[in-house]
């Protein structure tokens, strides 16, 4: 430990919590879940530990997801996290340390001093806060400073954040909590619903991940799904197919690209002209959605690219606001 702390940034996920810290760069990537003893109220596990506990507890341990749709649902599990993680960090010592931390854009200011008071009470001697979108196009290399227009997805576990970004600003953005979540919850309903199986939030994500598409081409994937069948009880195996799984998140992309057109009609043509000629970016876990960057071009029929480090761009965004970070309390400050 050094006698200074360090300065941290955190891209505080519904689904993960990264943490960057100046200097190092990314240290901790781990799921945003908290284990929890429901008699006393102690916490038990937090992050990886946490995450593989999830489904596999006894009654009286529960594991929790302290943070939905980009914003904190509960504080003192979430300030509990975020102290975890930052003592994990190795930065606290003599100074506590400054902290930036992204936001959804489309949060409220009561949301907003929710992330700030967390922050402050797990430690951090001063927060300051960066949109998502900002930060997402940053972390993807993309010329946010300059006057010209650069467009960029940022698809999430909570929410899905558009945004056009000119001369260090947000333009025109929309921040709608239809994203990784939500993908999970229409895979199990689907197989709920049409193959009778009943199966939990991190075997959704599972097929996500392995045969989840948004674009058909030639290749179909199976997957091996393990449930609980819901007419027997019993547990059973079935094979699922990349159609089907396409057919169960067709509805949730739908609103996502929705969202990418309403933010392009909103965008000053010259900008528009830009985008047009630049491409939209596409970041986060959604992101690596195969064929999600085809479908997304031939809908706005403009050219669509997957970012180079999609999952760490917001966090690597966030590490790169920490060399304003004096600029960003004050305007933190101000509001």
Do not use: W
């Amino acid at each position: 430990m050094g006698l200074l702390s360090k300065d941290v940034a955190i891209d505080l996920g519904t689904a993960n919590t990264i943490v960057y810290v100046k200097g190092k760069g990314i240290v901790i990537r781990e799921p945003s879940v908290v284990a929890i003893d429901r008699y006393t109220g102690r916490i038990v596990a937090v992050g990886n530990e946490a995450d593989d506990m999830i489904g596999r507890t006894p009654e009286n341990i529960i594991a929790v997801r302290p943070m939905k749709d980009g914003v904190i649902a509960d504080f003192d599990i979430t300030q509990s996290m975020i102290k975890n993680f930052i003592h994990k960090a190795n930065v606290a010592s003599v100074l506590k340390p400054r902290v930036v931390v992204c936001i959804p854009s489309g949060i409220t200011e009561v949301e907003r001093r929710a992330v700030e008071d967390a922050i402050i009470q797990a430690g951090a001697k001063d927060v300051a806060l960066v949109e998502e979108p900002m930060a997402a196009a940053m972390g993807a290399g993309l010329p946010v400073n300059k006057a010209t227009g650069s467009m960029v997805v940022d698809i999430g576990g909570g929410t899905t954040e558009v945004a056009v970004i000119s001369m260090g600003g947000i333009v025109s953005s929309q921040s709608i909590r239809i994203a990784g979540d939500a993908l999970d919850s229409a895979i199990v309903n689907y197989i709920k619903k049409n193959i009778g199986i009943n199966i939990g939030d991190k075997m959704a994500e599972q097929i996500k991940m392995e045969i989840g598409s948004a674009y058909e081409d030639n290749e179909e994937g199976v997957f091996d799904v393990r449930g609980r069948d819901m007419s027997t009880g019993l547990p059973k195996t079935v094979q699922v197919k990349e159609s089907q799984i396409r057919e169960a998140m067709k509805e949730n992309i739908e609103e996502m690209i929705e969202s990418i057109k309403m933010t392009l009609e909103h965008t000053p043509p010259e900008l528009a002209a830009d985008v047009m000629e630049r491409g939209i970016t596409l970041t986060g876990g959604g992101a690596l959605i195969k064929g999600l960057d085809k479908l997304v071009s031939e809908v706005t029929k403009i050219p669509t690219y997957v970012a180079e480090y999609p999952l760490d761009c917001v966090a690597l965004g966030t590490g790169k606001a920490l060399d304003d970070i004096k600029n960003l309390l004050a305007k933190t400050k101000i509001r």
